[in-house]
């Protein structure tokens, strides 16, 4: 098996491109193939600079490894395709002299008033095909002569494909099934541009015919193309060695309609890009999932089960394991809600499964950075106590943030309901027990001492829990209270309660 994964560098890779180099990537390590990395660049007035580094990148930091390509040479190369330029024309010409492709003089004007006239006479979607081709200026419609004359003097055409009538094109699509497509609904699209390079449909043809690809994975938007390459492998003479063809579905919309953007990512105020991406003509910055703080284990675990679910209810698979469950057999026909929520879940859960070692670096700069000092010991017991709260490692500083400044202000709507009744003298007496205490101070001791004060006042402790939690963090919740003021420290805490207690309403 060999399958490449081709895009255009003509901006930063969408998140659907991510996911089809993915999958690619899934399926041709679980066959034992070669995945290739080609560049299609045939459309020069599209290229973006620093697209196709941002492309290795982004797909690099995702821990998809290609085994060819413009990064790691190979047999097959070159693999950007402006380095093919030269081989292209001598395959558009045998089309040519095949009688499956023309050639095509048209100016851009000619071909518009061609488009007008047709919109006029009420042809909502005016092709150039076997009607319209008979009354425009090619190879198929002038004298040879004239043909001939146009060649010598150099005068710009295009090459077209021949698009035969009346048939029937039959693609079997390894996620779609039997596709038929009528000619009749298909164009003569240009094979070879004045420019000198080839489209995208002659060139992906040929680069898959000369690398040997034998399946093409590839977005559905590519399915309407699909007939044409088929009938180009037929007029070539290539149709047995013709590669699989399967379509993937559309990535999708969190919310709504239509297919996903960057604007749902800009909306929703989210990374959208694996990567950072830097705007080669503004010099924005646009911070990726990596400079967000996402592991790239959790969002190749999200993008895989997009469109695709191993049959049962398992959602956390590592790399090797979506390697051994993935099939195309697998993936679905229709589109995949990008759930923005649900990526945020997987980064948790993958947070979850890190140990404190590793953690306790990342989280050392950040409390470095906010000019926070914390002991190692002490660090590492306030990580797993504040770790199920964070969705990224960067939360670390906001779960920790009561822990090294004190409450400036309390949240009155909790202070109306749980600062009233018996609260003030519980606190009072809570104070007065940490003050004299003799023991060491713990997080049991300190539970013990609290339940103590409220059973004196004849009050439930799990009533005046939240309350006390705001006196001593100034937040309404939080992680495991009395583990938390273990790690504070007494006096610490204590100062805390007595400023709390000079806040209460008095009389």
Same mark, same amino acid.
């Given at each position: 098996?060999?399958?490449?994964?081709?895009?255009?560098?003509?901006?930063?890779?969408?998140?659907?491109?991510?996911?089809?180099?993915?999958?690619?990537?899934?399926?041709?390590?679980?066959?034992?193939?070669?995945?290739? !990395?080609?560049?299609? /660049?045939?459309?020069?007035?599209?290229?973006?600079?620093?697209?196709?580094?941002?492309?290795?990148?982004?797909?690099?930091?995702?821990?998809?490894?290609?085994?060819?390509?413009?990064?790691?040479?190979?047999?097959?190369?070159?693999?950007?395709?402006?380095?093919?330029?030269?081989?292209?024309?001598?395959?558009?010409?045998?089309?040519?002299?095949?009688?499956?492709?023309?050639?095509?003089?048209?100016?851009?004007?000619?071909?518009?008033?061609?488009?007008?006239?047709?919109?006029?006479?009420?042809?909502?979607?005016?092709?150039?095909?076997?009607?319209?081709?008979?009354?425009?200026?090619?190879?198929?419609?002038?004298?040879?002569?004239?043909?001939?004359?146009?060649?010598?003097?150099?005068?710009?055409?295009?090459?077209?494909?021949?698009?035969?009538?009346?048939?029937?094109?039959?693609? @079997?699509?390894?996620?779609?099934?039997?596709?038929?497509?009528?000619?009749?609904?298909?164009?003569?699209?240009?094979?070879?541009?004045?420019?000198?390079?080839?489209?995208?449909?002659?060139?992906?043809?040929?680069?898959?015919? !000369?690398?040997?690809?034998?399946?093409?994975?590839?977005?559905?938007?590519?399915?309407?193309?699909?007939?044409?390459?088929?009938?180009?492998?037929?007029?070539?003479?290539?149709?047995?060695?013709?590669?699989? *063809?399967?379509?993937?579905?559309?990535?999708?919309?969190?919310?709504?309609?239509?297919?996903?953007?960057?604007?749902?990512?800009?909306?929703?105020?989210?990374?959208?890009?694996?990567?950072?991406?830097?705007?080669?003509?503004?010099?924005?910055?646009?911070?990726?999932?990596?400079?967000?703080?996402?592991?790239?284990?959790?969002?190749?675990?999200?993008?895989?089960?997009?469109?695709?679910?191993?049959?049962?209810?398992?959602?956390?698979?590592?790399?090797?394991?979506?390697?051994?469950?993935?099939?195309?057999?697998?993936?679905?026909?229709?589109?995949?809600?990008?759930? *923005?929520?649900?990526?945020?879940?997987?980064?948790? @859960?993958?947070?979850?499964?890190?140990?404190?070692?590793? !953690?306790?670096?990342?989280?050392?700069?950040?409390?470095?950075?906010?000019?926070?000092?914390?002991?190692?010991?002490?660090?590492?017991?306030?990580?797993?106590?504040?770790?199920?709260?964070?969705?990224?490692?960067?939360?670390?500083?906001?779960?920790?943030?009561?822990? *090294?400044?004190?409450?400036?202000?309390?949240?009155?709507?909790?202070?109306?309901?749980?600062?009233?009744?018996?609260?003030?003298?519980?606190?009072?007496?809570?104070?007065?027990?940490?003050?004299?205490?003799?023991?060491?101070?713990?997080?049991?001791?300190?539970?013990?001492?609290?339940?103590?004060? &409220?059973?004196?006042?004849?009050?439930?402790?799990?009533?005046?829990?939240?309350?006390?939690?705001?006196?001593?963090?100034?937040?309404?919740?939080?992680?495991?209270?009395? /583990?938390?003021?273990?790690?504070?420290?007494?006096?610490?805490?204590? &100062?805390?309660?007595?400023?709390?207690?000079?806040?209460?309403?008095?009389?």
């Amino acid at each position: 098996m060999r399958v490449r994964f081709a895009p255009s560098p003509t901006g930063p890779l969408h998140p659907g491109g991510v996911r089809t180099a993915l999958f690619n990537y899934l399926l041709v390590r679980k066959m034992g193939g070669q995945l290739v !990395l080609r560049i299609e /660049d045939t459309d020069q007035t599209r290229f973006v600079p620093g697209a196709e580094e941002f492309i290795i990148e982004s797909l690099s930091w995702c821990g998809i490894e290609f085994d060819e390509g413009v990064h790691k040479g190979g047999p097959y190369g070159p693999y950007r395709q402006s380095e093919r330029k030269a081989m292209y024309r001598q395959y558009a010409m045998q089309l040519v002299e095949s009688g499956h492709a023309y050639y095509a003089f048209d100016t851009e004007k000619e071909l518009d008033t061609m488009r007008e006239q047709f919109k006029a006479s009420g042809v909502a979607s005016p092709q150039y095909n076997a009607i319209s081709r008979v009354r425009m200026k090619n190879s198929l419609s002038l004298p040879s002569d004239e043909v001939a004359r146009r060649l010598e003097t150099g005068e710009p055409y295009v090459i077209r494909f021949k698009m035969p009538r009346g048939r029937e094109v039959r693609v @079997q699509d390894r996620i779609r099934g039997l596709v038929v497509v009528q000619t009749a609904q298909l164009d003569d699209k240009v094979l070879f541009k004045s420019d000198g390079m080839p489209t995208y449909h002659l060139a992906n043809v040929v680069d898959d015919r !000369l690398m040997q690809i034998t399946h093409v994975i590839r977005g559905e938007e590519w399915l309407p193309s699909t007939p044409l390459h088929v009938l180009l492998y037929e007029a070539f003479g290539w149709l047995e060695t013709m590669p699989e *063809f399967a379509h993937l579905p559309l990535l999708l919309k969190p919310d709504g309609d239509g297919k996903l953007s960057k604007r749902d990512g800009d909306r929703l105020g989210l990374p959208f890009y694996a990567t950072e991406w830097t705007n080669p003509e503004t010099g924005e910055k646009m911070p990726g999932y990596r400079e967000a703080g996402y592991f790239p284990e959790a969002y190749v675990n999200f993008l895989a089960l997009l469109g695709w679910n191993p049959g049962d209810n398992r959602e956390i698979f590592g790399m090797d394991e979506l390697i051994q469950a993935f099939g195309l057999e697998r993936v679905n026909k229709h589109g995949a809600r990008y759930d *923005f929520t649900k990526l945020q879940w997987f980064n948790q @859960q993958y947070l979850r499964s890190r140990s404190v070692d590793s !953690l306790m670096e990342p989280c050392s700069q950040l409390l470095i950075q906010k000019g926070w000092e914390l002991e190692d010991s002490i660090l590492r017991a306030l990580i797993p106590l504040v770790m199920d709260r964070m969705v990224l490692v960067s939360d670390f500083i906001q779960e920790v943030r009561s822990f *090294f400044e004190e409450p400036e202000s309390y949240d009155e709507t909790v202070v109306a309901k749980k600062w009233g009744g018996v609260f003030p003298a519980v606190l009072e007496d809570l104070i007065r027990c940490y003050e004299s205490l003799h023991e060491d101070w713990s997080g049991t001791t300190a539970e013990a001492l609290f339940k103590e004060a &409220a059973a004196r006042q004849g009050a439930s402790p799990g009533s005046l829990l939240q309350g006390l939690r705001l006196a001593v963090t100034g937040q309404a919740s939080g992680p495991a209270l009395f /583990d938390w003021m273990s790690l504070r420290g007494r006096s610490a805490c204590v &100062a805390r309660l007595r400023r709390a207690a000079s806040t209460l309403p008095t009389g």
